[in-house]
């Protein structure tokens, strides 16, 4: 059975887009951030990694914020 990861969208007034992956350990996280990069078509301002990203083996709890480029 798969587990359960959990992404979290906040869309600012400015434009600008937080992304925040839960239940995952790891770095497999970033594979699935850099896939909502591409389609918002965004350029990556800042990481933040939680504690997670270190844990094996498959993701991680971390932020991004986006900004689109168009």
């Not at 850099?34 to 991680?60: I, K, Y």
Request: some cysteine; glycine content about 12%; overall charge negative.
């Amino acid at each position: 059975m798969r587990e359960l990861h959990e992404i979290e969208v906040s869309i600012a007034s400015n434009g600008d887009v937080r992304v925040e992956v839960r239940g995952m350990t790891g770095p497999g996280c970033l594979d699935v951030t850099r896939e909502m990069e591409a389609l918002l078509g965004a350029v990556v301002l800042e990481r933040e990694h939680s504690h997670e990203f270190d844990l094996q083996p498959d993701g991680d709890a971390q932020t991004d914020w986006l900004r689109g480029r168009g």
